[in-house]
């Protein structure tokens, strides 16, 4: 075929489909700024409908918020009592159960009580004011007040939007009403509780923040640009205005610059490919026969090419058919340091060696019709390195017989060298370069396939007190101390034996030949004091000791993973045992940890199907012996092993996290049971340091007392310290909110940790109690009794109630009445009773020997 008769020697046609080719460039731009604009038009669109949704739903949660709360303080026993006839100023104001925090916590501007008489109580400011609310609220009020009195029934708050002072309020409104079963008045009769809380800026700043809304602000319907976004505020007058982001016009800036830059380059690009294809078109003609003219040369050219590009080579070569060296490329003297000279008419088997098989005997046994095949091979470089490279070849063939080989050499130094590394990696621990569980595991291979089994000692190893290192220094801290001890490690075992570290600050050692626990526990007392010397670290001496398990192949056989595991459980005993010891794993150990999993177990079936009760111990004021709180206490009724206390389950309970439905449970069944007594009896329940780190202990609160309706006066949470060494501030913030909702907060256990002063000074604690081991104390020494007088004389100076908690004889009732305690508690009085018995015990007559002290 004549290949210049296929190429047309005119570019008329090349012209015309550039022509095309540079229409449909322009219709694809048009069409993408079109498309683009569009998208923006529609993210704005969005973005303005999301806007006023979020406005709505920020007034609306306002609106709840002042609506619930209004409600709590409306429908309350108490304030009824002293809000719904004649005001009890005293008790409103002065004793701050309606006065100025109010406006200086909560920021309502306004609080009143009105009746169809009249404004019976007003609060301006967080100031008494006589007032009226119609002085104050232009907009009527008349209606707001009647839909309370109507809601009575349900109490429910009713809220709408007002003008205070001129400007734009939200008014919530609730019946007062008794929250238990007492006669209530007629609806006319019914005084009513107002709160008024204005927007003001730093309001509407906050409900902009928490929805995302730019420029939160109030203005009139005849202000305001045109580009805000509005919502009526009622028939006040008002709009809230924002200004509304424009996600669109963003893309707009963002992508458009960038497409039309992008456009401008293509255009130039293909004026250029253009001119460029017009050029060539015309020079075809006039090269395409001198092009014919070097395809012999082309084709010869073209197989040594084919050959390079198969290989990916760096350097190439050519020999004889004896295998002598005739032809080296430029990059041989690059990669290896010799001139081609150097090597020329040399065999190719003094350069380059095979670990597996003489080169020239690999290359006379190719195939001529093979393709290119490798093999690995290794040479020195002229400084003496060692290096690698993959050496492909095929034959040379020439009148129908080989005259020599042709092929390449690519160096694969690095990659040999990774490899290795790899291999290296995948058997040894990058920090310390011990041994990791995989060369552990194959340290066993070759063990058991000897006929006589060695005697084998496996010892796991686990730091004690690296954890608070890493925590108070950081990573550095820890790796510089797991390098150290990796070295002891390595200074106290021969060579015969294995060290490895199994994760984090768990190690191992595989001790040969240690035959007798005499030899087992002499090493082990020297590595447990040679890993309790001090490690210095930048300026600072660092500290920490060992615990160790050990198991053993005559024992638990040559199996590395059963052994591992023997071990560990030999290692938690002896963690148990006080640390800086070390256990051997025995039969009763593996029973131990299989009866705690099955603890475990039942105590999640338990948990799901309620097998939990509670039991109640009162607590009594010392002076007249009247019972004034209930402590709830949780037990267990396990189907097989019967009633079981808390020291049981309580500890795993905190450790696998299941504390916190338990916690829940408790806490719900409490306030139900405690919503049944008489209304002045307090129900306490214990909070556990794990419920505070593992959920939402606010939220739960609030929500067993929504569901439960037990007045938030009514519930205490009894606290211990290490609630708050776990995280101060995170603590003070739970607790503060906790009082908020209006329950009391007790600490628990007072006079156990270390900073239980500081504790009571910084935190909202109504009491406190006593713990039981000063109480047992008490009728001994002088000092015993000095300490339980001096935590009562804390205790009211800082205006707490006083509890002692483990009474049990009547001399400690007694000394503890001198004393001038608040309140005790313990079986003296009377022990922790089923939920019947504190139902007949709160109707029953005190005992004779309470009644008969002093």
Known sequence: MDLTAAVPRHPMFTRRLLGVLAALFALTLVGAMVMLVRIADDLNAEQQRKTVVYAQRALDSRQAASASLVSGYGV???????????????????????????????????????????????????????????????????????AAQAAMAGAQPVSSVVLFNGWPALASASPILPDDDSAQPAPADTSVLVFIDALTPAKLHAMGKAYDLQDLTVQSHA???????R?????????????????GNQLLWRVLPTLVLAFVVLALLMAWFFRFTLRTARQIDDSYQKLHQSNRALEASEERFRAVAEAASDWIWETDAQCRLNYLSGRFAVVTGYTSQDWMHCCIDQLLQCETMPLQAWLQSLSRHASATSLRCAYRDQGGQLRYCRVSARPIIGDDKVVGYRGTASDVTDEVAAHAQIQHLSLHDPLTGLANRNQLIQFFEPLRQQATAPQITVVVLDLDSFKPINDALGYPAGDAVLIKIAERLRASTRGKDLVARLGSDEFALVLCGLN??????????????????????QAQTLHVGASLGIAQSAHQGLD??????????????????????????????????????????????????????????????????????????????????GLLGPDTFIPLAEQTGLIVPLGRWVLREACEAAFQWPAALVVSVNLSPAQFAGSDVVRDVRDVLVQTRLPAQRLELEVTENVMLNDIDNALGTLT??????????????GTGYSSLGYL???????????????????????????????????NAMGLTVTAEGVETAEQLRTLSRDHCHEVQGYFMSPPIDRHALTRLLGAPLPAPVLALP
Not at 223 to 229: F, M, N
Not at 738 to 745: F, I, P, T, Y
């Open 223 to 229: 202000t305001g640009a045109p580009d805000q976004s």
């Open 737 to 750: 909110a906790l009082k908020e909702l209006g329950v009391k907060l007790n600490m628990d256990d007072f």
């Open 516 to 537: 007798t626990r005499q030899e087992i526990d002499r090493f082990c007392a020297r590595l447990v004091e040679y890993l309790r010397q001090p490690i210095a670290f």
């Open 76 to 146: 309350w026993n108490a304030g009824f009592q002293h809000l719904n006839g004649a005001i009890d100023r005293q008790w409103v104001y002065s004793q701050r159960n309606l006065g100025p925090a109010l406006y200086s916590q909560s920021g309502y501007e306004g609080v009143f009580v009105v009746d169809s008489h009249g404004t019976k109580y007003s609060l301006y400011l967080g100031q008494l004011s006589n007032a009226e609310i119609g002085d104050l609220v232009t907009t009527p009020l008349r209606p707001l007040i009647q």
């Open 761 to 795: 000074r910084a935190y909202p604690f109504d009491s406190l109690k006593i713990d039981k081991r000063f109480i047992a104390t008490l009728n001994g020494t002088d000092s015993d009794r000095a300490v339980v007088q001096a935590i009562i004389s804390l205790g």
């Open 231 to 247: 919502l009526a505020l009622g028939d006040t007058g008002y709009d809230l205005t924002w200004a509304p982001s424009r996600p």
């Open 560 to 641: 590395a993973g059963e052994l591992l595991r023997c071990a560990d459980i030999a290692l938690y005993q002896a963690k148990a045992a006080g640390k800086n010891t070390w256990r051997y794993f025995s039969a009763q150990m593996h029973e131990q940890v299989q009866q705690r999993l099955q603890l475990e177990q039942d105590l999640r079936l338990a948990i799901k199907q309620q097998e939990f009760v509670l039991h109640y111990q009162p607590r009594y004021r010392v002076d007249g012996m009247e019972i004034v709180s209930v402590e709830a206490l949780v037990r267990w009724q396990h189907p097989i092993h």
